[in-house]
């Protein structure tokens, strides 16, 4: 059975004194549904976020890491350094890092190899923008970027990858893919890994959807048969609204 995930993306929010009051209204919410709940609060807070939230059933998660282990790379973060605070699982390929900081398939191929190779867990992102899907080429665009990342792995490492599908179009904009554009496009993600790497690796990949999940939408498209959960930005920061999310299972 593959795992339900909701995974609160902050992004550049939340300084020392947001992020430990944000955790602190999380930790009073109850969860009422088998979602496995992950933060993803900036580099500077996770060691905090980690350590206060050791005993309770929230993973913190990093946004982004470099794909060298080590070395003259200014200003970057490694793998290494992610699970020296006990970071295990990291997002990778988010559309702002493809489209402000220009990474590249190939690029994100690297940071997958190595965040794997580290034993760590990937939250890989993609999706098409809207000039794509009006001009009908959604489907295509996403199977490359997943090809293109994805492709060279071995079968069995397919546990450690979680697939969020998250349309650039409805990112921060307010304008959610309808339940069933959601559905047919991870129907049709879970129809190519199943050709290339068979039915049970393709059964058993969790695969979010991405952009302007709220309260009031998450039900009907967490209800959708290929929806696992869900990458959540601008509602993350706040804790009601998170768990209403995450209880929308
Ligand atoms: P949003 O962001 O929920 O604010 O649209 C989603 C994301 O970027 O992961």
Known sequence: ????????????????????????????????????????????????????????????????????????????????????????????????????????????????????????????????????????????????QIKNALFHLEADVFKNIILAYEPVWAIGTGETATPDQAQDMHAFIRKTLENTYGNEVADEVSILYGGSVKPNNAKEIFGKPDVDGGLIGGASLNAEDFFAIVNAF
């Not at 999380?26 to 969860?31: D, E, I, M, N």
């Not at 350094?81 to 900081?101: F, N, W």
Request: net charge negative; proline share 1%.
């Open 1 to 144: 059975m593959r795992k339900h995930i909701v995974a609160g993306n902050w992004k550049m929010n939340n300084g020392l004194i947001q992020t430990k009051s944000l955790i602190s209204d999380l930790k009073k919410q109850t969860k009422t549904s088998d979602a496995e709940v992950m933060i993803a609060p900036t580099f500077t807070n996770l060691w905090h976020a980690f350590e206060s939230t050791r005993q309770d059933d929230i993973e913190v998660v990093a946004q982004n890491m470099h794909f060298s282990e080590n070395g003259a790379y200014t200003g970057e973060i490694s793998a290494g350094m992610l699970k020296s605070i006990g970071i295990k699982t990291v997002i990778l390929g988010h559309s702002e890092r493809r489209a402000y900081y220009n990474e590249t398939d190939q690029d994100l191929a690297k940071k997958v190899d190595t965040a794997l190779a580290n034993e760590m867990k990937v939250i890989f992102c993609f999706g098409e923008e809207l000039a794509d899907r009006k001009a009908g080429n959604e489907e295509t665009v996403v199977e490359n």
